[in-house]
């Protein structure tokens, strides 16, 4: 092998090393998220994959606190556009539940109360867009305005749309019942006992569970009732 | 006759043995599979599910470039080393050595999809596997044949090789394409739109509609059902029809 062969290899290693040095540092940066292209764009770009694509964009998502070098809060994310690449994927995998499940545990669990609602507010729009296939996450959405917004209002709202799109069985009595559980909770018992009696009126209830579980609930709603007008009176007396 | 293809075809198979297509092929599993593992250790919800749609998409795509490369780099090949010429100036059709080629081939087709099933199995249901393999083969029967056209067309590898990606992307995207042309977001009715608009619908006719074979759909929601097959066989039969006649006029057309 000809020595200048053995030369020019050491001289271009070298050069290179020598090249690298010379180049900018590179230092971490947090990219915005930016919106997200139409779903055929996706589709296209995947070959008419699109339940693959919508696979590596759930793990691209998910990933993105988590930046080369750097890590950002969910706090830092824009969330109107977090729900618009969530859209995005749901409408290239209409059967897949990832983006759902991000949306109410991973995105929806930030201590940010206003990126909280934008999060709850996307569920409950994907939830009237498919009730069957998105109850459960609407019932998460009703504990999570109850308990960690503390807006009974906002709750009772999903918990009202959780019983008025009760269609059939599809939808398990224990999240359709949410309603009565919100307005005792807001101090509605007479109109939550109201509800309970009716619903078991109407007979659309078949399951024998749920109707000992209202039937349950009215016996405990009547004692409540009771202790507060007992409670009425006392005070009553008291201030004769 | 008979005899001239069962030969050819016998000796194509030789040499995709002899070229490790094998392990190439035992290799891209292997490099799937840590990559698969690796993507359900980051799934929060649905891990098979993503696991098995990533990995069907990354399959069918390795599957389609593995044969592909096979098919042109060895007919090139020939071509180049004067083999065509020696084996045309034996008492062999062309049409012989063309089917011969084209079995050959097809033996390869099966055995690159059953190998990729056995990996499927791991993730996916037994029949959806199954189905998803048959439809593969078919798919794959077509990009044998879309390689051969291009070869015998340019004659020079990395020609032939773009002319078979274009067209298998074209086949695949193109009903797509035919959506996104029929309802813009944006109406539109100048000239030379409509002449686009017409352009992509009559691909739409002449090109296969790839996108109803081997769906991930199947393996990730088990959708498959038996009776998807026969369509695809039947435009898969009508395709390969077309491809070979174009295949075997331009080859009687040329001078060797």
């Given amino acids: ?240 | 006759m008979l005899t001239h293809i069962k030969t050819i075809s016998k000796f194509t198979i030789i040499e995709a043995m002899r070229n490790r297509l094998v392990i190439l092929t035992l290799l891209v599993m292997g490099i799937s599979f840590g990559m698969i593992e690796f993507i359900g250790d980051l799934s929060i919800t649905e891990r098979r599910v993503t696991q098995v749609a990533i990995l069907a998409a990354f399959l069918r795509l390795s599957a389609m470039v593995i044969i592909t490369m096979f098919v042109v780099t060895s007919t090139v090949r020939e071509l180049h080393d004067k083999t065509l010429e020696m084996i045309l100036a034996m008492s062999v059709r062309r049409s012989s050595y063309y089917f011969g080629k084209l079995i050959g081939f097809s033996y390869v087709v099966v055995l690159v999809s059953i190998l990729f099933m056995f990996m499927l199995l791991l993730y996916a249901p037994a029949e959806q596997v199954l189905i998803w393999g048959l439809s593969l083969m078919l798919e794959m029967m077509l990009v044998v044949a879309f390689a051969l056209v291009m070869l015998f067309s340019f004659n020079q590898i990395p020609s032939a090789l773009t002319g078979v990606f274009v067209l298998y992307a074209a086949s695949r995207t193109a009903t797509s394409i035919y959506l996104m042309s029929k309802y813009p977001i944006i109406p539109h009715d100048t000239l030379a739109q409509e002449f686009m608009d017409g352009f992509i619908e009559m691909l739409t006719w002449l090109l296969p509609d790839l996108h109803r074979y081997t769906q991930t759909e199947w393996l990730a929601y088990g959708t498959a059902q038996w009776s998807d097959l026969p369509p695809l066989a039947v435009q898969t039969f009508i395709y390969l029809l077309l491809l070979s006649s174009l295949s075997l006029f331009d080859f009687h057309r040329k001078n060797f």
């Fill in chain 1, 1 to 240: 092998m000809p020595v200048i062969i053995s030369v020019v290899l050491i001289l271009t290693i070298a050069i290179q090393l020598l090249y690298h040095s010379q180049q900018e540092p590179v230092v971490a940066a947090a990219d915005s998220l930016q919106l997200p292209m139409s779903t055929r764009t996706y589709v296209l770009s995947s070959l008419g994959e699109p339940i693959a694509a919508s696979k590596i964009l759930n793990l691209w998502l998910q990933a993105f606190d988590n930046q080369p070098g750097v890590s950002i809060s969910f706090r830092q994310l824009d969330y109107t556009r977090l729900t618009k690449w969530l859209d995005t994927i749901l409408k290239l995998d209409p059967k897949g539940r990832y983006p759902m499940l991000v949306a109410a545990r991973v995105y929806g669990s930030v201590q940010d109360r206003e990126r909280q609602r934008i999060m709850m507010d996307y569920i409950f729009y994907k939830f009237n867009e498919n009730p069957h296939r998105h109850w459960r996450w609407l019932a998460h959405a009703t504990i999570v305005a109850k308990h960690e917004l503390k807006d009974m209002e906002l709750a009772l709202k999903y918990a009202n749309a959780l019983a008025d799109k009760a269609a059939g069985n599809s939808i398990p009595y224990w999240a359709r019942d949410m309603k009565i559980i919100v307005l005792e909770d807001m101090g509605e018992v007479e109109a939550a006992k109201i509800l309970v009696g009716g619903l078991i009126a109407s007979g659309e209830i078949t399951d024998p569970y749920e109707i000992t579980f209202l039937e349950k609930k009215i016996q405990v709603l009547e004692s409540k009732l009771s202790d507060s007008q007992h409670n009425v009176e006392e005070s009553t007396k008291n201030i004769q």
